[in-house]
């Protein structure tokens, strides 16, 4: 079946601007997260969604970060006033809640470069 | 909160010979999974095999095995018969048994497979 997919690909945008980067978890996956890889930082955690709850923000790194799920099904990450520390690469991935579903399937990101 | 180490930033390997990619780790939970990622110079990040902490047998996925030695917190990958298409940046991660299931990654290990 269709895997994680995520758009757009690859964005560059300048400072200061706003941006939606997109996640269209496995279908049947209720539980969706948004990571972060940068140089400087390696692989952080974002934010987590079950359903379209998301009760574990701790990791936006500050309000201009936020995202949605609506449907139970796709999230948009939105970045308002993008910072030159922003570029990274944004990865969503998703799992089967319950016991047997631990395991989280990754999208292929979207590359953010911020002039 | 969890802690992830991989001690080795590079390793080369010759085809067909094995290789052993170091993780280990640090939890206060007692129930945990533990897996391991690959990621090409694409940028997916391709699940690889998971391991549950109360697992008595280590995981094994083809050519992927993963030596989970849990009084000494560590999951070690072993990929044997090494090809030239297992060059890559490879994750270690882990997450706890609890609501979220979020991972930490550890800051990974590029392998160079030589022909």
């Known amino acids: 079946g269709a895997g994680v997919s995520q758009s757009p690909s690859n964005k560059v945008t300048e400072k200061g601007k706003d941006v939606e980067l997109r996640c269209d978890p496995i279908?049947?996956?209720?539980?969706l997260y948004w990571y972060r890889q940068s140089l400087g930082q390696g692989l952080e955690f974002l934010i987590y969604f079950q359903g379209n709850s998301a009760p574990d923000k701790s990791g936006l790194p500050s309000d201009r970060f936020s995202a949605e799920r609506t449907g139970g099904s796709v999230s948009t990450l939105t970045i308002q006033r993008t910072q030159q520390e922003d570029s990274a690469v944004y990865l969503c991935?998703?799992?089967?809640?319950?016991?047997?579903?631990?395991?989280?399937?990754f999208g292929p990101g979207t590359r953010l470069l911020v002039l | 909160a969890q802690k992830i180490t991989q001690t080795q930033p590079g390793m080369f390997v010759q085809e067909k010979e094995a290789v052993t990619l170091d993780c280990t780790y640090d939890t206060s939970d007692q129930s945990y999974g533990l897996f391991w990622y690959k990621q090409p110079s694409s940028g997916e990040m391709i699940f690889l095999i998971y391991q549950g902490s109360y697992d008595e047998q280590n995981a094994t996925e083809g050519r992927y095995s993963l030596n989970f030695q849990k009084a000494r917190k560590s999951a070690n990958l072993v990929i044997s018969a090494s090809q030239l298409g297992d060059s890559a940046m490879y994750f270690c991660?882990?997450?706890?048994?609890?609501?979220?299931?979020?991972?930490?990654f550890g800051a990974g290990t590029t392998v160079t497979v030589r022909a």
């Open positions: 991660a882990m997450s706890p048994r609890s609501n979220d299931y979020k991972l930490s």
């Open positions: 279908s049947g996956h209720t539980a």
């Open positions: 991935a998703s799992r089967v809640s319950g016991g047997a579903g631990e395991t989280q399937y």
